[in-house]
């Protein structure tokens, strides 16, 4: 069965930092576009940024300079890493998949279950 699947989300302190990691089963990423989407608590789901299957990125505003999106091939895995967190980024954090298209867009044809990311001290 192909999906993707998220981990690497806990409890951080303002400020603090986290990677999250988001992991292909089934199928190679390599020529995939994959987006990192969250949905805060209430709110409705909300872009964080995205490679495109030609290995481009784009962040969405609201995070701009404090995360990156970096694949490893080798890997299977596509990661987003969070620094400087605040708790408006408290969050259940998805990455979603599909083959040879660019980004940012809103629909992908694998979603992951999410990993919910707590900001707080």
């Known amino acids: 069965q192909l999906q993707v699947v998220e981990s690497g989300g806990g409890l951080v302190q303002p400020g603090g930092s986290l990677r999250l990691s988001c992991a292909a089963i089934?199928?190679?990423?390599?020529?995939?576009?994959i987006g990192w989407f969250r949905q805060p608590p209430g709110k409705e789901r909300e872009e964080v940024g995205c490679?495109?299957?030609?290995?481009?990125?784009h962040y969405a505003e609201r995070v701009t300079g404090r995360v990156t999106i970096a694949k490893d091939n080798a890997k299977n895995t596509v990661y987003l890493q969070m620094n400087s967190l605040k708790a408006e980024d408290t969050a259940v954090y998805y990455c979603?998949?599909?083959w040879g298209v660019g980004c940012p867009r809103a629909d992908y044809d694998y979603w992951g279950q999410g990993t919910q990311v707590t900001v707080s001290s």
């Open positions: 979603g998949a599909m």
């Open positions: 089934g199928f190679s990423l390599e020529d995939y576009a």
């Open positions: 490679i495109s299957s030609g290995g481009r990125l």
